[in-house]
């Protein structure tokens, strides 16, 4: 066979389809077009072929042409989907027009005609992909008579400006002209209800700053809405800006509550300020003292205030206001621990009584916490106050058990300062040193959240601060930390500092205080103590800060930056690199994640993740000995680590747990540590348990920290949950001991079944710190809510740890939690529809959360003479009703209807769409669960508030039909 039969053999078998696109093109029919349509065609032919005529000049005939030209296009209708007509028939002539164009502008032709034909070369070139030609011809053209060409030319022009902004950085006068077409664009996304466009298009430019000059009372509510629902997924500092920009806007259309909850957003009090100075009126400044309540922002103070706003601010009235809800609830009776345990209905095999008899006093103790939680803030209870003797149940715990029973009559006249000190009065003169301390404890739990002018706790607590005695001492410190938790009261600043820089006492006692100034600064950056903190690890010895108390000292520290970001703690960070100890990649790791809560950063949240799958380079070494046979039998799981609770210290695998090369100071520690003091240890396998947290202790934070810096973030929340089970398969001990806190720490008082139904797996892994820590997470994300699935999960377990003290302990520590107030209060930190995370309730999570690490030191702790279960009560702090309550001009509460409802995000969406699904109609006062929001149902009141939560003040309407 010839080359040429070949050829046409193989043209013979290609299909049609392959044939070249060029001879495709000619041997295609052209589209048959409709008369009208092939009217336009040659009209429009007709005046293009006029400019393109060589002897064409820019004169007056040629301008009446591309006027021509300009009107057909404008008035051409067509779908959304399909180009418009006349702009699909002159693309064939773009690139001819675009010479007659530059021989126009080279010559001396007139410049309005040269004008004219750039503006309309600008809205043909929409329909090129290449290059930034609409954009081009529009800088070279007139900007008046640019809304004329529509929303689509708008929008593609707003994209080529974005583009070419940030390929032209550097030349600030094109820069400039950009920012300025770029201002004329932004009016006519407002007009036309694209505010989202508008905004995307100033940040892009970044002159966000500008937006406020554009709204208007009809544009200015969904414009600020986008912008704050944008900030989470923003990078500082255009986050800041945008905050910046929308409490301007607020400000300037005299919405006072939502601008003042972007100043708290901010940690701004100038702005707060602002906001007060404002606005003459008194009802509205009681209305943001009740928001700035909720905050307990209790140190603000504004020129000019009353009586009733300085209450308002400083929450005297929460105790009041709770009263009446629980009245009006019917649940002022008080409930005994066993109304929560409901021991009939445990399946307990071993045949003995749910609450135990193996470890009684440490059982009658959780029935105290447990007492204490129901009964909350109600101040009546039928356990630990009985007429016949007070201190009845308080002799039936022992050491330690006695101060936290003690100080659970503070918890149970929580904000109600008057009637807890009488209570408390007494156990103060008891000649026990655990009663007397557990009253100084207690005075510091009922002043929590609430403070005036006598700041009676402070009074109390302050000569016992430097008490010889450690346990009045260390309850006294603990106490003014829950007292004057974000206060930022310079009293409590004075009393507590030196303890922190003195390295002769206790470091125990340093780190309480270093803790205390951490929660009464929260997120202050607050400079003297940060210096006094840093510079007490550089001078303490590296045998001290292996004690397990430096966790606290280092918790103390973050909670300064606690909602800061990045900025404050680069000095922090680098001044925390000086300390040559393993313990200072923890320092760094606890201070960073304190920086970006709530910020759902996912730079930080990959490194975070990063940290938690690193393995050390020794444990590689052991991996190759894995398959040996201990000769003493002892079983070793994957990781490397002895299963046995009561395996020598000899035989656990420390090295296994480095995570950098051993420097000479890093050995030094060790060996110190391996032969160290050992506080608070009863035997040789705690202190080798201690030895592993010790050099891994980051990546316990580091798990923490994911859940800390997710929470801000819906879709970073569900995501870091899914990344929590990965972590829990593939961890080594610590993360896995650690995963079930983080998972409680994310979902706090949101009983999601996939997030409890996953813990109550956890709580019957075989290494009970694990499962200890679980219990304690279905208690948490349980909280306040009486989950009734949860209840009998939490019954089941104390069937379960019927012979284990410890987990049973902390089975009744989450029954107590879980029906918190009878089902009334919160540990949320989301406030004003979850808009605000409170840095102080974030601050009391995370602190039980960090001692948790290690409960065996800490809660469950046994040893005599140091803090143990009292860390329990720094949860007092974050606690508060989850309740709605309506007021008048006079502040007493009144019944009004309101819907309640899931809430729904309406951002970006055409006109007023419903915020709320799924209602029901109720009469406040009323309780609203996580993610639910309340609406009044009718306009016969108007709200002082844009968020209906917490006490809400009601002004009749006179425009209303009710009044009419």
């Not at 009353?306 to 809800?325: D, G, P």
Request: net charge negative; aromatic share 6%.
């Amino acid at each position: 066979m010839t080359k040429d039969d070949d050829t046409k053999a193989a043209a013979a078998k290609a299909p049609a389809s392959k044939a070249p696109v060029h001879d495709a093109k000619k041997a295609a029919p052209e589209e048959e077009l409709n008369e009208e349509d092939q009217q336009l065609k040659d009209e429009l032919e007709s005046l293009v072929e006029s400019l393109l005529d060589p002897s064409a000049t820019a004169n007056s005939a040629a301008s009446a042409t591309i006027d021509k030209l300009k009107k057909l296009i404008q008035e051409s209708t067509t779908s959304m989907t399909a180009v418009p007509k006349p702009l699909k028939f002159l693309r064939p002539f773009y690139p001819q027009l675009i010479e007659v164009y530059d021989k126009w502008a080279a010559s001396d032709a007139k410049d309005a005609v040269v004008v004219s034909l750039a503006d309309m070369l600008s809205v043909i070139a929409t329909t090129y992909s290449e290059g930034h030609d609409s954009l081009k011809y529009r800088l070279l053209s007139n900007l008046d008579d640019i809304a004329t060409w529509g929303h689509e030319y708008m929008r593609h022009l707003a994209l080529e400006i974005g583009e070419s902004y940030q390929e032209m950085l550097g030349d600030d006068e094109y820069i400039n002209r950009l920012v300025h077409l770029g201002l004329e664009i932004v009016p006519f996304f407002l007009k036309h209800n694209a505010e989202a466009d508008a905004v995307d298009l100033l940040l892009e430019l970044e002159v966000i700053d500008k937006l406020p000059q554009f709204v208007d009372e009809s544009t200015f509510s969904r414009v600020c809405l986008y912008m704050v629902s944008c900030v989470p997924l923003l990078s500082p500092p255009d986050d800041k800006a945008f905050l910046n920009t929308a409490y301007q806007i607020y400000l300037a259309h005299k919405q006072w509550t939502q601008a003042i909850t972007l100043a708290i957003k901010l940690g701004d009090h100038d702005k707060m300020r602002e906001v007060f100075d404002s606005t003459k009126d008194e009802n509205v400044h009681r209305q943001l003292g009740f928001i700035l309540s909720q905050e307990n922002i209790h140190y603000f103070h504004y020129h000019g205030e009353s009586a009733e706003v300085s209450e308002a601010i400083a929450n005297t009235k929460l105790t009041e206001y709770y009263h009446y809800l629980v009245k009006e609830l019917n649940l002022l009776d008080p409930k005994v621990p066993e109304d929560i345990y409901k021991s009939h209905l445990e399946n307990n095999k071993f045949g003995l009584a749910a609450s135990g008899t193996i470890d009684s006093a440490k059982q009658n103790l959780a029935a105290a916490f447990v007492n204490m939680f129901i009964n909350l803030g109600y101040g009546s209870d039928k356990l630990v106050q009985t007429e016949e003797d007070n201190k009845s149940w308080i002799y039936k715990t022992k050491g330690a058990g006695m101060v936290s029973t003690t100080a659970s009559l503070g918890a149970i006249y929580q904000w109600n300062i008057q009637e807890g000190l009488q209570v408390l009065d007494k156990y103060t003169y008891s000649s026990e040193p655990e009663i007397k301390a557990g009253a100084l404890l207690g005075t510091g739990v009922v002043s929590t959240n609430v403070h005036d002018e006598v700041d009676a706790a402070y009074a109390l607590l302050q000569e016992y601060v430097n008490d010889p005695n450690k346990l009045l001492q260390s309850s006294a410190i603990i106490g003014l930390g829950i007292a004057f938790a974000g206060s930022a009261n310079e009293d409590v600043l004075q009393l507590l500092l030196p303890l922190v820089s003195d390295t002769d006492i206790n470091f125990e006692i340093s780190s309480l205080a270093a803790l205390a100034l951490g929660h009464t600064f929260v997120g202050s950056c607050h400079g003297d103590i940060t210096s006094t903190i840093l510079q007490t690890l550089l001078e303490r010895d590296s045998s001290q800060l292996n004690n397990k108390f430096f966790k606290l000292l280092a918790l103390g520290l973050g909670l300064l930056y606690m909602g800061t970001n990045a900025d404050s703690v680069e000095d922090v960070l680098e001044t925390i690199d000086a300390i040559e100890h393993p313990i200072a990649k923890t320092l760094k790791v606890l201070v960073n994640i304190c920086a970006y809560a709530g910020t759902g950063n996912v730079l930080q949240i990959q490194t975070l993740l990063q940290m938690c799958t690193a393995k050390p380079k020794r444990e590689k070494e052991a991996k190759e000995d894995k398959e040996e046979v201990d000769p003493k039998g002892e079983v070793q799981d994957k990781d490397g680590d002895i299963v046995m609770q009561d395996a020598p210290a000899a035989t656990a695998p420390t090295d296994a747990m480095d995570v950098e090369p051993e420097t000479t100071e890093a050995a030094e520690a060790k060996d110190a540590l391996d032969g160290g003091e050992g506080e608070g240890d009863d035997d040789v396998a705690d202190d080798a348990t201690d030895d592993e947290d010790d050099e891994e202790l980051y990546q316990g934070i580091a798990v923490l920290g994911l859940a800390l810096i997710a929470m801000g973030e819906d879709i970073g929340q569900d995501m870091v949950l899914r990344h929590f089970s990965h972590l829990m398969h593939y961890g080594n001990s610590l993360i896995k001991r650690t995963v079930p806190l983080a998972m409680g720490l994310v979902s706090a008082s949101n009983p999601q079944m996939k997030v409890f139904d996953t813990l109550s797996r956890y709580s019957h892994d075989p290494d009970l710190e694990v499962a200890q820590n679980a219990i304690y997470s279905m208690g948490l994300v349980g909280a306040g809510t009486n989950n009734a699935r949860l209840a009998q999960l939490l019954r089941q377990l104390a069937s379960y740890y019927i012979k284990s003290p410890d987990s049973l302990f902390m089975v009744r520590i989450a029954q107590g939690l879980l029906h918190m107030g009878k089902g009334v209060l919160t540990l949320n930190p989301f406030n004003a529809e979850r808009s605000i995370l409170s840095k102080l309730s974030l601050a009391s999570l995370l602190t039980l959360s960090v001692t948790l690490l290690d409960p065996k030191s800490f809660v469950l702790s046994e040893s005599q003479g140091s803090v143990s279960h009292q860390m329990l009560y720094f949860l007092c702090p974050a606690i508060k009703p989850r309740m709605l309550i309506t007021v008048d001009e006079d502040l007493q509460p009144i019944k009004v209807n309101v819907r309640v409802g899931q809430s729904v995000d309406v951002v970006g969406q055409a006109g007023k769409p419903k915020t709320i699904t799924g209602w029901v109609t109720q009469s406040t006062p009323v309780l609203l669960n996580y993610g639910e929001r309340a609406e009044l149902e009718n306009d016969e009141y108007i709200s002082l508030s844009h968020s209906l939560e917490g006490v809400v003040i009601l002004l009749k309407n006179p425009d209303s039909e009710e009044a009419a």
